[in-house]
């Protein structure tokens, strides 16, 4: 496991065909067809490697369903389990396609709409499928050959492949979906070229075609080299392998938002002046910078430090950056109120600024001295997905969707303990009177961010109701409680 003990994300995607549709596993039947225009929940599916054999794969639908072609070429998707009619092998092309080959019956499978078989004993146009990734773009990027996180480096000017954990906003990287190939976009809207140059147009130079080797990811650019980290800071560019390497492979981790917090004195929560947690610092450095990671079953959150240790529970109420491992006492729970939270350790009590700035678990209940602001400073360019897709401009009104197979990139900004939230044409989102969020506005209005949940936050309005994406596809202001409808990946 590489030093952030994050585990790489499970590989999921779309697949287009030659007229442009998505493979789909419908609900009822468990059939499959290839006729819907874009990439929704039914559209998805999980790529499972065999550990004996990484050339082997299984395609896992939406529903835990395997797909499966018979001795006929007939094609199901019922399976709950694997057996040896769901073994695929991928064919790689030239242009990025798959064609998928059944192992057993060495056949291809393709065909439109409602007529698919895995028959074909030649590929063809029909046997080729375009593969459009379905995980939340925004990633951490980590070379497998180095075992180093890539970064924006601004100094240099590139893309560096030289962290051990990836930390602060540089080590956000957005993989932008356009017309079949992939674009690797900074934390500053800015494209890698194959030269290692960041540019701040995408074109024929930014666009890569995605490549899967023992489960790994590797980025083919339109001269047919592959990208890899060179020289002493693992600048990353294209090398001049024609076929991927160790050095060529990469893993997508999923990214743990980093926060910072100010405490009810005024100044940032560190752990500069040694292991102690105090609330002493006027600047936000790494060593006010503190990613948390919540646990998906009971939504406790650990605190990490830089350096890699975990926030624990000491003697007395005293809270160190000392832990290596996750513990009972490294296990906090946070209560969101409005534009602060505060902070419960596993004694039961709350954390509390003294006057020297020590923080204390030793409260019963919330003052102005347990409360604290928290900023999350890793995720300047937005990108929100619900239960039903991407939240998106309207195209025809000034209302947003949040049920797109693609997205729009929105800008966080945070003031004053606030934050908002900007389009990509500069004006500012908004609750109308009717509960619409419009994104039209010409001054910022309030909302107020709450992670709640692994890799899923909620948005108030300032008005105090959560948004959330109606049935019919629109976000709304109008939430009065907590449902999936309002929790958003991002």
Not at 410 to 433: A, C, E, M
Request: a neutral charge.
């Amino acid at each position: 496991m590489p030093p952030n003990g994050n585990l790489p994300l499970k590989l999921q995607f779309g697949l287009i065909n030659h007229e442009g549709r998505y493979l789909t596993a419908e609900t009822f039947g468990f059939k499959v067809n290839a006729s819907a225009p874009s990439l929704k929940n039914k559209q998805i599916w999980t790529l499972e490697q065999e550990s004996q054999d990484t050339q082997v794969v299984f395609l896992r639908s939406h529903l835990g369903r395997y797909l499966a072609s018979d001795k006929d070429g007939k094609v199901t998707c019922e399976a709950d389990s694997q057996n040896s009619d769901c073994r695929f092998l991928i064919v790689a092309q030239s242009d990025g396609r798959w064609a998928l080959q059944s192992e057993q019956y060495l056949r291809f499978f393709g065909g439109s709409r409602d007529y698919l078989s895995c028959f074909a004993q030649v590929i063809t146009d029909a046997e080729l499928w375009a593969v459009h990734l379905a995980l939340h773009p925004q990633a951490n990027l980590l070379s497998v050959a180095r075992k180093r996180y890539a970064h924006l480096s601004m100094e240099d000017g590139e893309i560096a492949v030289d962290l051990n954990i990836p930390w602060g906003v540089a080590a956000l990287l957005t993989l932008v979906y356009m017309d079949g190939k992939y674009c690797l976009k900074t934390c500053d809207s800015r494209f890698l070229s194959n030269d290692g140059k960041l540019l701040t147009q995408s074109g024929r130079a930014t666009a890569y075609t995605l490549e899967l080797k023992c489960g790994k990811l590797a980025f083919k650019d339109c001269e047919g080299k592959y990208l890899s980290p060179m020289g002493p800071t693992g600048t990353l560019r294209s090398g001049r392998c024609s076929k991927p390497g160790k050095d060529e492979l990469f893993d997508l981790e999923e990214s743990h938002p980093q926060v910072v917090l100010i405490a009810a004195n005024g100044r940032y929560v560190s752990i500069r002046q040694g292991v102690s947690l105090a609330a002493n610092q006027e600047d936000e450095t790494d060593m006010e910078t503190f990613q948390m990671e919540i646990d998906k079953e009971s939504k406790k959150c650990t605190f990490r430090s830089s350096q890699g240790n975990y926030w624990a529970l000491v003697a007395h109420g005293g809270i160190q950056s000392t832990a290596t491992q996750v513990s009972t006492n490294t296990m906090f729970s946070v209560e969101w109120l409005s534009h602060k939270v505060a902070l419960k350790a596993s004694n039961g009590k709350y954390i509390c600024t003294k006057k020297n700035g020590q923080l204390l678990a030793v409260s019963d209940c919330i003052g102005d001295d347990e409360l604290l602001t928290l900023k999350l400073i890793n995720r300047p360019m937005l990108i929100l997905r619900g239960q039903n897709g991407f939240i998106c401009h309207h195209k025809n009104s000034n209302t947003l969707n949040a049920s797109r197979s693609i997205y729009d990139i929105f800008t966080l900004q945070f003031t004053n303990g606030v934050y908002h939230i900007k389009g990509v044409d500069g004006r500012f989102w908004y609750v109308s009177s009717a509960g619409l969020v419009c994104s039209d506005g010409e001054v910022p209005e309030e909302f107020s961010l709450e992670l709640l949940e692994h890799r899923r936050l909620a948005i108030r309005g300032k008005n105090g109701k959560y948004l959330r994406g109606d049935q019919g596809g629109t976000l709304k202001g109008d939430g009065l409680s907590l449902s999936s409808s309002a929790l958003w990946e991002y």
